[in-house]
């Protein structure tokens, strides 16, 4: 009797792996994802034909990540040739700051036909509730990891800066980076490109070459003793064949940043411009600035310095706000853009300082001579309009608890209401925001300072023009310091919306109560 042939073995999937490495996770590097990524693959019958890696990269957006976003497009274009992607783990797709962001992503995958694995999870991505679920607390502690990890390291930073110790960045003209040890002692000067190679070691400034300690004297001089102006210094120095750098020669924009750089009397200053987690950079108020004084060996007379900055800002205070704004539309016609760099190297302008001091922004100043930068800069109007409308707001809400017979003792500088003596209140105004898949979503990030006992969140429409309803929260129902709101939270969360805040301030309304005989 014929034996009968071996049943065949089933045909292996076609899988693509995507692995990624930033520089805070050096312990997971793409080698050991692909190490367990391969035993996912042969336990569970695929195949990898492809890899798509992001070294060095952070996780926060899709930006900067060229191979996720080959990936992505391999899947939308149908020239993936592959039907699943394995991934070491959710946090390896991304620590999106949005984990609607990070959802979005995988559903283009899943749209076309192609599942997304995570290999090193604990629950399979088969699409159920608990999947989804799971995922979705992962996705959320992905972002909450580097939120907190941004906050631990400006602080690290800050204390640093404090102590009179330079926080990265080129040390300037004249002066040059010297690495000190742990316990103070100085190492060397580190060259144009070098760093630090041990943690404990710390860095300052120190005065440079005698010639580029001479020039930048020379500047103040001149600028303060002699009259001349910016342009005027910088052709001067040119003439004189004095380099700024090996490859650069002198501009205005550089005489002025040199003119008004603390660092050439000494201080440490940071934190003036911010860079968090990927988002936009903005420019901080002073408030804001972390600083230690005469950190460093001057330069130039501190007398010398503040000098030249009131030349600098008595210049720019002579212009009315017409002739700032008409200077401005002069060169946006000239050059058909303007920007920061553009004001500040064209001689007779005030800086771009001057102008967001001015105006508020470079951007509101720019509105109001018609020019629209390339980039959206519309948050930063809608985060104006509604700070200035959360005292309105304040004010109206005391006004119906008082006529309610209630009485408000206003804490931290109207910041909290404490009612009738008995509860606190704090009001949080959410701006709307849309996703890149059409979706509504509404960031609210609770002050863990004044830790009221309930926080009232006035949720905006999509124009950001009027309160779309209330969440009532308390206190002891909140678990975490910020909260995502979508358009729909279900009951867990819905049962603190309203529509209107009337029947909470009806809470608040004393009753005098009869005593019977």
């Given at each position: 009797?014929?034996?009968?042939?071996?049943?065949?073995?089933?045909?292996?999937?076609?899988?693509?792996?995507?692995?990624?490495?930033?520089?805070?996770?050096?312990?997971?590097?793409?080698?050991?994802?692909?190490?367990?990524?391969?035993?996912?693959?042969?336990?569970?019958?695929?195949?990898?034909?492809?890899?798509?890696?992001?070294?060095?990269?952070?996780?926060?957006?899709?930006?900067?990540?060229?191979s996720l976003k080959q990936l992505i497009a391999d899947?939308?274009?149908?020239?993936?040739?592959?039907?699943?992607?394995?991934?070491?783990?959710?946090?390896?797709?991304?620590?999106?700051?949005?984990?609607?962001?990070?959802?979005?992503?995988?559903?283009?995958?899943?749209?076309?036909?192609?599942?997304?694995?995570?290999?090193?999870?604990?629950?399979?991505?088969?699409?159920?509730?608990?999947?989804?679920?799971?995922?979705?607390?992962?996705?959320?502690?992905?972002?909450?990891?580097?939120?907190?990890?941004?906050?631990?390291?400006?602080?690290?930073?800050?204390?640093?800066?404090?102590?009179?110790?330079?926080?990265?960045?080129?040390?300037?003209?004249?002066?040059?980076?010297?690495?000190?040890?742990?316990?103070?002692?100085?190492?060397?000067?580190?060259?144009?490109?070098?760093?630090?190679?041990?943690?404990?070691?710390?860095v300052i400034l120190v005065p440079g070459p005698k010639?580029?300690?001479?020039?930048?004297?020379?500047?103040?001089?001149?600028?303060?003793?002699?009259?001349?102006?910016?342009?005027?210094?910088?052709?001067?120095?040119?003439?004189?064949?004095?380099?700024y750098e090996p490859d650069r020669r002198w501009s205005?924009?550089?005489?002025?940043?040199?003119?008004?750089?603390?660092?050439?009397?000494?201080?440490?200053?940071?934190?003036?411009?911010?860079?968090?987690?990927?988002?936009?950079?903005?420019?901080?108020?002073?408030?804001?600035?972390?600083?230690?004084?005469?950190?460093?060996?001057?330069?130039?007379?501190?007398?010398?310095?503040?000098?030249?900055?009131?030349?600098?800002?008595?210049?720019?205070?002579?212009?009315?706000?017409?002739?700032?704004?008409?200077?401005?539309?002069?060169?946006?016609?000239?050059?058909?853009?303007?920007?920061?760099?553009?004001?500040?190297?064209?001689?007779?302008?005030?800086?771009?300082?001057?102008?967001?001091?001015?105006?508020?922004?470079?951007?509101?100043?720019?509105?109001?001579?018609?020019?629209?930068?390339?980039?959206?800069?519309?948050?930063?109007?809608?985060?104006?309009?509604?700070?200035?409308?959360?005292?309105?707001?304040?004010?109206?809400?005391?006004?119906?608890?008082?006529?309610?017979?209630?009485?408000?003792?206003?804490?931290?500088?109207?910041?909290?209401?404490?009612?009738?003596?008995?509860?606190?209140?704090?009001?949080?105004?959410?701006?709307?925001?849309?996703?890149?898949?059409?979706?509504?979503?509404?960031?609210?990030?609770?002050?863990?300072?004044?830790?009221?006992?309930?926080?009232?969140?006035?949720?905006?429409?999509?124009?950001?023009?009027?309160?779309?309803?209330?969440?009532?929260?308390?206190?002891?129902?909140?678990?975490?310091?910020?909260?995502?709101?979508?358009?729909?939270?279900?009951?867990?969360?819905?049962?603190?919306?309203?529509?209107?805040?009337?029947?909470?301030?009806?809470?608040?309304?004393?009753?005098?109560?009869?005593?019977?005989?």
């Amino acid at each position: 009797m014929p034996r009968p042939e071996p049943s065949a073995l089933p045909a292996k999937i076609r899988a693509a792996q995507y692995v990624r490495m930033s520089t805070e996770h050096q312990q997971y590097s793409t080698s050991n994802q692909q190490d367990a990524i391969l035993e996912y693959a042969v336990q569970r019958g695929f195949e990898i034909v492809r890899t798509y890696a992001d070294e060095g990269k952070s996780g926060l957006s899709v930006e900067g990540r060229n191979s996720l976003k080959q990936l992505i497009a391999d899947v939308q274009n149908e020239e993936a040739d592959f039907q699943a992607i394995l991934v070491y783990d959710v946090s390896r797709w991304g620590r999106f700051q949005d984990a609607d962001e990070s959802a979005y992503y995988e559903y283009l995958c899943k749209r076309a036909g192609i599942d997304v694995h995570y290999c090193a999870e604990q629950f399979e991505n088969d699409g159920g509730p608990t999947s989804t679920i799971i995922k979705s607390v992962k996705r959320a502690m992905a972002g909450e990891y580097s939120r907190e990890l941004s906050s631990k390291v400006f602080k690290g930073q800050s204390r640093l800066i404090e102590l009179g110790f330079r926080q990265g960045g080129p040390a300037g003209y004249g002066l040059r980076r010297m690495l000190i040890d742990v316990q103070g002692s100085e190492k060397g000067v580190l060259k144009s490109g070098d760093r630090k190679s041990l943690q404990t070691d710390r860095v300052i400034l120190v005065p440079g070459p005698k010639e580029e300690r001479r020039t930048v004297r020379q500047v103040f001089d001149w600028f303060v003793n002699d009259g001349l102006n910016e342009r005027e210094i910088s052709a001067r120095l040119n003439d004189a064949d004095v380099l700024y750098e090996p490859d650069r020669r002198w501009s205005r924009g550089v005489v002025h940043r040199l003119l008004t750089n603390e660092k050439y009397i000494g201080n440490n200053v940071w934190n003036r411009r911010s860079f968090k987690l990927k988002r936009r950079r903005v420019i901080n108020p002073p408030e804001m600035w972390v600083r230690k004084d005469q950190a460093f060996d001057p330069l130039v007379p501190a007398e010398l310095f503040f000098v030249a900055r009131g030349i600098i800002q008595e210049r720019c205070r002579r212009f009315s706000d017409d002739q700032m704004l008409e200077l401005l539309k002069s060169l946006f016609g000239k050059h058909g853009r303007v920007s920061g760099i553009l004001i500040d190297e064209t001689e007779g302008m005030p800086s771009s300082l001057a102008y967001r001091s001015r105006f508020g922004s470079l951007i509101r100043a720019y509105q109001l001579i018609g020019y629209a930068p390339g980039r959206d800069y519309g948050y930063l109007e809608i985060n104006r309009t509604l700070r200035s409308m959360h005292p309105d707001i304040i004010e109206g809400s005391i006004q119906e608890l008082l006529e309610r017979g209630a009485t408000v003792e206003r804490l931290h500088d109207n910041e909290k209401l404490l009612i009738n003596g008995e509860y606190s209140l704090s009001i949080v105004i959410a701006r709307c925001r849309r996703t890149e898949a059409g979706s509504y979503r509404w960031l609210i990030r609770f002050d863990q300072l004044l830790r009221p006992d309930i926080t009232i969140v006035v949720r905006m429409n999509a124009k950001n023009s009027a309160a779309l309803d209330y969440y009532v929260l308390p206190r002891i129902d909140l678990r975490r310091w910020n909260l995502r709101l979508a358009e729909f939270n279900g009951a867990q969360l819905d049962t603190y919306r309203f529509d209107s805040l009337a029947g909470f301030w009806d809470l608040a309304r004393r009753t005098m109560i009869e005593v019977a005989a």
